[in-house]
């Protein structure tokens, strides 16, 4: 095996990803243009999306760190919106856009077209957690874009292998096809369940937290695999399993937190850089056999089914958000009346990402009976192009649209006073339970160190207030800034002193190491302190 193409692949990726936080160019769409350019240099590999390796080895970690870092909460809150949008609105566009690719493009049977409205119907987790994190888009619609695109998977899938199946001649039927969603969402669900008590027993169980990390790892692969093995929809035992484990992720050691934190940022930036230049590396491959669709009609018809997905979000969005109301007193009475900005918003954020290339990748070359399965190259192509199309297109221009409808900002100082609020009620709850501490025998401290814990605890609730302060007029600084450089200056003056004492043989390696970890801590309980 040529290990050379991948590295490759993960240097150049995750060089374009540094450069872009650089850039105003959101990173996805960066990966995507370098990626396009790149495919066409002589000499660079050939680059394809293999289905056995994206769905069950990309797929669940980067559904995993979006599932763990959602909010159970806000999901529960807002699950009506979010069940409309990752099943319902996935299977009005799979056969909306799938008729209309039967109508456009001449000799695709109907089966066929409906399996490409199933690959481009679903949005992509990566794709909006990353345009929700750059654009900072009101809290509402980030849960419904992001609940949305960790579900929608499973209905595209299963929307997308009924269809091929038709179109192969197995004589698949839409009462089959229900049956069969229902089984892979609710065998999905049910897996999920069962595996997320015992796998939080383990994580809260295990004391060393490399075997906690270790398992973290493994979560997702194992939710997904056991899932699949019974013919369940991995995709939502990965989800469940991630969002519960995320909600009670404070129960879990705080080495291992911290751990996991450094750990999950690094593979899923590595996992998303790779994934994003490998869509823009797969235009030669989608290119290949067009044939008779070379050219202006493979244009045409790429525009046109672009232009029809587009339009089909916002004939779904607008109905799903505002009739619900109108059938309903009781949503009304417990939901905010949605403005006309929002689903705009909800509309047009809805990119298209690697789930739907690897799944077009795997329609198989021939239908029974030996012959090519239809138009299978154009499909691939308009995939292709559709998820382009929604990357550049409407990643380019969701910020200055979220700029242009003036979406009420998010209010850094009530956001602060509702953290000291909350600081201030933990702080006095933990001085009573030193109190009584303390109070015992058994847990009789000298008084420097008794005053230390008190010290530290007072330090922890007038953080949060300082950052409302006033800066120093000389540097511009808060004092809470001022306070975490001066941190940083004491404990690289100890740091250096450590190393300095290693160099003259006072201490060994073992020992330096154990010293700058312990300072590693420090500075990180410091930042976080005051972050």
Do not use: C
């Amino acid at each position: 095996m040529d290990v050379m193409p991948l590295l490759l692949l993960v240097a150049g990726s995750t060089a374009v990803a540094a450069a872009a936080r650089r850039s105003p160019v959101p990173a996805p769409l960066l990966l995507v243009a370098v990626g396009l350019a790149v495919s066409y240099i002589p000499g660079v590999p050939d680059y394809t999306l293999e289905p056995e390796i994206v769905l069950p080895l990309v797929l669940p970690p980067l559904l995993y760190k979006e599932g763990v870092e959602s909010s159970y909460l806000d999901l529960r809150a807002q699950l009506r919106p979010v069940a409309l949008l990752s099943v319902g609105y996935v299977l009005f566009a799979t056969v909306v856009v799938g008729w209309a690719a039967y109508l456009i493009v001449p000799g695709l049977p109907l089966p066929a077209a409906l399996a490409l409205g199933a690959l481009v119907a679903p949005t992509d987790a990566v794709a909006a957690a990353a345009v929700a994190r750059r654009v900072g888009l009101p809290s509402r619609i980030t849960t419904i874009l992001q609940g949305e695109s960790l579900l929608n998977d499973a209905t595209a899938i299963t929307a997308f292998r009924v269809a091929v199946a038709a179109a192969v001649g197995e004589g698949a039927s839409w009462a089959g096809g229900v049956a069969e969603f229902l089984v892979a969402a609710v065998g999905g669900v049910a897996v999920g369940l069962a595996l997320m008590v015992p796998i939080h027993w383990l994580r809260t169980h295990l004391k060393e937290p490399l075997l906690q990390n270790t398992l973290s790892l493994l979560i997702p692969f194992v939710a997904y695999g056991v899932a699949e093995q019974v013919h369940a929809s991995g995709v939502l035992a990965v989800v469940v399993v991630a969002v519960y484990l995320g909600h009670r992720a404070w129960e879990v050691d705080f080495a291992t937190r911290l751990q996991e934190e450094a750990v999950w940022r690094m593979v899923a930036f590595l996992l998303e850089s790779a994934v994003f230049a490998l869509i823009g590396l797969q235009l030669p491959v989608v290119l290949e056999g067009l044939g008779d669709y070379e050219g202006a009609d493979a244009a045409w018809y790429a525009v046109i089914l672009f232009l029809v997905v587009v339009v089909t979000r916002f004939i779904w969005v607008y109905p799903a958000t505002f009739l619900p109301r109108l059938l309903s007193a009781r949503i009304r009475e417990r939901e905010e009346n949605p403005t006309w900005r929002g689903p705009v918003v909800t509309s047009w954020a809805a990119m298209r990402g690697v789930v739907s290339l690897a799944i077009a990748f795997s329609i198989p070359l021939t239908v029974h009976g030996g012959a090519p399965f239809p138009q299978r190259n154009l499909i691939l192509f308009l995939t292709f192009t559709t998820v382009i199309g929604t990357l550049v297109v409407q990643g380019l221009t969701l910020t200055p649209l979220i700029r242009l409808l003036k979406f009420p900002a998010r209010d850094p100082q009530a956001a602060t006073l509702a953290e000291a609020n909350a600081q201030a009620q933990a702080s006095r709850a933990a001085e009573r339970r030193l109190d009584e501490l303390l109070a015992d025998e058994h847990n009789a401290l000298p008084p420097p160190l008794a005053d230390r814990l008190r010290t530290v605890l007072e330090r922890r609730r007038n953080a949060v207030w300082e950052r409302l302060g006033q800066v120093n007029p000389i540097t511009g600084e808060t004092a809470d800034d001022t306070y975490r450089r001066l941190s940083r200056e004491m404990i690289s003056a100890e740091r250096e002193i450590f190393v300095r004492l290693r160099d003259h043989r006072y201490l060994d390696d073992e020992m330096l190491r154990t010293l700058l970890r312990r300072l590693d801590l420090e500075e990180a309980a410091a930042f976080r302190e005051t972050a």
